[in-house]
């Protein structure tokens, strides 16, 4: 056991990629561990994995959409624990279009989840951060925000939105001892981005590894445990990303010099992408708010 006995990680996005294997490995090291998502059904399988390693979980179906559920549910977790120690915000929805052809529903949601999301379920625990040891917020962030490819304008602007909100609040919440954490990984491997990574709209030039999610929340678990303020995932793109935030036209070069005819790839792609409009409109509908009574079936 370590630091993390007794103490109560609530994980928003805990029944999928990253924040599953947050759960699992804040579970194993003591935490009680405390998820949120809208599937039920993913959440229970993840507790039960908890509880038969032995660890402490609950689930918690909510979607983090709604002002609503998530102040239900933080009245529920206070009624309950009293407490949140680590607050883990990695609820996310991506998607990837050249500008020209972005549906603006889908925009609408993915900020609606990545950004409002995270301001509603902040207002919604901070009593309970505030009544805990370790006051730890952490926000999942995106190496797409120093490093931001074309197509990304969607997803980039929800993490960018995230990275706005987290330097502010940070400073804020500073003085009461609470501690906002921001984490940027590079792609991972998760349910998130399969349906894009590899594909032309999601070019990974050469040095970007994809990421496994395990190692992933090691990477995390070791942040929080050490209560580093910004970290990049994999550290040794840190640097890479210190850099493309003082120089934001080198990731444009890095992508032009390393990847063969840059500029035909991205008209293709666009050309490709108008051709497929109204196709792809169809066929990536946002998701609408999950209601109350779905969560319980
Ligand atoms: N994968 C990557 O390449 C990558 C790279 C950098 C940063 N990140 C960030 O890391 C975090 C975790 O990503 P991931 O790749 O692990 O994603 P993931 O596997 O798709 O998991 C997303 C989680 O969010 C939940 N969720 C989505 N919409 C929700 C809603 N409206 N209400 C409540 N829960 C909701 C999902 O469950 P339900 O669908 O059941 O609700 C799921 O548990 C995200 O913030 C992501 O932006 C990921």
């Known amino acids: 056991m370590s630091g993390f006995t007794n103490q109560v990680a609530v994980i928003v996005g ?15 090291h003591g935490a009680e561990t405390l998820l ?33 559920q998530v102040k239900q549910l933080a009245d529920k977790i206070f009624s309950q624990f009293g407490r949140v120690d680590i607050l883990i915000y990695g609820a996310a929805s991506f998607y990837l279009s050249p500008v020209e052809m972005m549906d603006i529903d889908i ?49 980039a602007a929800t993490k960018h939105a995230l990275h706005g909100l987290a330097l502010s609040l940070r400073q804020e919440l500073r003085p009461e001892g609470i501690r906002v954490q ?27 590894p994809v990421l496994e999610p395990k190692k992933t929340a090691h990477q995390i678990f070791k ?20 850099l493309a935030y003082a120089f934001p036209s080198l990731v444009e070069s890095y992508y032009r010099l390393s990847v063969p005819d840059w500029n035909n790839a991205i008209q293709n792609e666009i050309e490709k992408q108008r051709r497929n409009h109204h196709q792809t409109s169809r066929t990536l509908q946002p998701n609408r708010m999950t209601t109350p009574s779905e969560l319980e079936e």
Request: overall charge neutral.
């Open 36 to 68: 949120i998502a809208r599937g039920r059904e993913r959440l229970r399988e993840v507790v039960d994995e908890i509880h038969s390693n032995g660890g402490n979980a609950q689930e918690f179906p909510a979607d983090i959409t709604s002002p609503d």
């Open 182 to 208: 921001m984490i940027a990984p590079g792609p991972v491997e998760t349910p998130l981005i399969e349906e894009y990574i590899h594909r032309e709209m999601y070019r990974l030039p050469p040095g970007i």
């Open 107 to 155: 925009a609408k949601h993915a900020m609606e989840v990545n950004y409002w999301g995270a301001v509603h379920v902040i207002q919604a625990f901070l009593p309970l951060i505030r009544n805990s040891q370790r006051k730890t917020i952490v926000l999942m962030s995106s190496l797409s925000v120093p490093c931001t490819p074309p197509f990304f304008a969607a997803y």
């Open 223 to 242: 942040a929080v445990s050490r209560g580093k303020q910004d970290v990049v995932i994999p550290n040794r793109m840190g640097w890479a990303a210190r």
């Open 14 to 28: 805990g029944s999928s990629g990253i924040g599953r294997e947050c759960a699992l490995l804040f579970a194993e």
